[in-house]
């Protein structure tokens, strides 16, 4: 899966929130208690990290993460010098959590639709899933939404960006939960969070997380050609061919299931050859991932096997929005010549229309470089 918690902005609200109306103010909002803890749990998290210098001049940093900060302060350069990234106090710090995820999002659905429940927020907008510092805080969330007949999911998050509102206080940085991904994971996260902080419109969770999936892989793919070892480049081709594989079969399964709730009406009768085809198709699915598997002849990834065995609606639903339209961004990025800052100008123009207007330009944009 992609190794990015996008948007999980639910943070960035509260503390403007705080900057607008105060902390009294903020005490008599709805949703109180979810506004705090993201609060609570963003601060903790600034408060964890160190400017990376001081973890360099530090004699008790291990060697292997002495190296890999060197390598992410390599990467941040790149991202300015070579696709026109925010230059900002983002990912100059390091954080050592002592966990395996930042947060936690919890998505939802009904039982015969992809369609994924929204919450809403005063600054961010609407997205399509709910953030957690305390997972035991996600699974109380997923168990409510299960008592409404929903599908949930719920899913470690290793970074999210707070669009660079906060780079007065030291930006978001760089953490544990990422830190050793591989050079090319670690250069497309980077890359991406950082454009989240470029470019961002509201209620169009998609369009956002697409944009940034495009800069992310074409950014690591440009670094690694640039700066990258011979064994970083070999390592993230194997990587980019699985995933291909990974997302066709989701790819092929989504719309599978989008066929069977559409097809058969709504009437009560009907759901049950809709549950049976479903169950039929996610048995497929889950075979054909098996065998899948088994031709790349390693040891699978762990964090696509723990997807596929909890895959539903929900998370069928949640992937949609990271590949959405990554071929329309990827076709925009061909035709601007792949100049970084001509592709975000043109970006910025599809931001300025109604969302519908938006996709529309988006796909019409896709439909021209396939029939070039």
Known sequence: MEKTGGLERYCADVLRLILLCGVLALSACADTRYYLQSVSGHLAVMQAARPVTAWLDDEQTPPQLRARL??????????????????????????????????????????????????????????????????????????????????????????????????????????????????????????????HQLLYVKDDTAFNESFATVVGRQGAERWLSAQGSPQARQAYAVHVGRRIQFRTLITHTRGELARIYQENGTLAHDEYAQIAMKKIAMKDFRSAYAQLISGWGLVPNKEWSEWVLQANNATFGALQLYDELVPQFEALLAHEGGDWPRFYAAVRSLMRLPKEERHHALHAIGRKALSE
């Open 70 to 195: 060197l390598l992410a302060q390599r990467i941040r350069q790149f991202a300015v010098s070579d696709l026109a990234l925010p230059d900002n106090a983002s990912y100059h710090r390091y954080a050592d959590l002592q966990r395996r995820a930042v947060v936690w999002n919890v998505v939802a659905a009904p039982a015969l639709s992809l369609t994924l429940k929204q919450w809403c927020y005063p600054v961010a907008g609407c997205v399509d899933y709910r953030g957690y510092f305390d997972e035991a805080d996600a699974w109380a969330t997923a168990a409510a939404l299960r008592t409404q007949g929903l599908e949930v999911g719920v899913y470690g998050v290793p970074a999210y960006s707070t669009l660079g509102w906060l780079n007065w206080a030291g930006g978001d940085p760089l953490l544990n939960t990422f830190i050793q991904y591989p050079e090319g994971e670690l250069a497309g996260l980077i890359f991406h969070e950082l454009a």
